[in-house]
């Protein structure tokens, strides 16, 4: 779905990128995991056309990304931190991005899984960061896509939320829906992810099925692996994978 080859990104005089090279299997759900600063976002902004790479292409569905953006109304984004205006209701909010997609979206049983229904007149400012990311989340799923990037997409949530938003994630993917998604928590990517991409200052040190990831370092837990590869430091002895082309 997504081929990612030689992508370069410096800001300034910081190198975050250093010749990446990814496929992103469709129908699957890839976790790119790594420290802070590793690129993850980067990555994924740089998918979504909001960052321009120096060096490199980015193709999806066989075509390499145009400037005009319209790939995206495929793509279904949670940002890691979203901004809008602090004045706007949550009920104007969601009419507003139903009305710049000129698209509209039942979103009756996410208000409802999500337990929105008292906030939907309030304003966002006065909103909690848990129930802003509510908010975020019915943004994201409002409509169908092929493709969901989420930037750390449990931020704030409580444990009836998160289950609410794993049985999302795996619904749409049972429906064909790929998914792209960074987070700092492992028994999540255990429970949900195909695939593992794993970034280390700007570099890929693993590429490939999770279970090959424990399997190569003779682990049964995710965040063991994570820990012998961060032991190496990048010293080229943990080598990337590749996963089938889907």
């Known amino acids: 779905m997504i081929e990612i080859k030689d992508l370069y990104k410096s ?6 990128l250093k010749g990446v090279d990814l496929t992103i299997p469709r129908g699957q759900i890839t976790a790119v995991l790594g420290p802070n600063g590793s690129g993850k976002t980067t990555v994924l902004k740089s998918i979504l056309g909001l ?37 706007l209701r949550v009920r104007e909010l969601f009419d507003m ?9 039942d979103i009756s049983s996410l208000v409802e899984n999500f337990k929105l229904q008292p906030f939907m007149r309030q304003r966002l400012r006065n909103l909690s960061g848990g129930t802003r990311q509510k908010v975020n989340t019915i943004l994201t799923f409002m409509f169908d896509c092929e493709l969901y990037i989420l930037d750390e997409p ?16 795996t619904n749409r993917q049972e ?23 794993f970034l280390l200052d700007g570099r890929i040190h693993y590429h490939g ?24 430091n990048g010293d080229g002895s943990t080598k990337s994978k590749s996963p089938t082309h889907a």
Request: net charge negative; proline share 5%.
């Open 11 to 16: 800001f300034g005089k910081n190198q975050v």
């Open 51 to 87: 960052v321009v790479p120096d060096q490199g292409m980015i193709t999806y569905q066989g075509h390499p990304l145009d400037k005009s953006g319209n790939y995206r109304h495929q793509i279904g984004y949670l940002p890691q931190i979203a901004r809008f205006p602090d004045n």
């Open 97 to 105: 991005i139903q009305d710049l997609r000129s698209e509209k979206s």
């Open 154 to 169: 449990t931020a704030g949530l409580d444990p009836v939320a998160m289950i609410k938003l794993k049985e999302l994630i």
């Open 175 to 197: 429906q064909g829906s790929t998914f792209l998604l960074t987070t700092h928590i492992m028994s999540l990517v255990e429970e949900l992810a195909d695939h593992i991409i």
């Open 209 to 232: 099925p999770l279970q090959d990831l424990k399997s190569l370092h003779g682990e049964a837990n995710l965040e063991r692996a994570i820990a012998r590869i961060l032991e190496s």
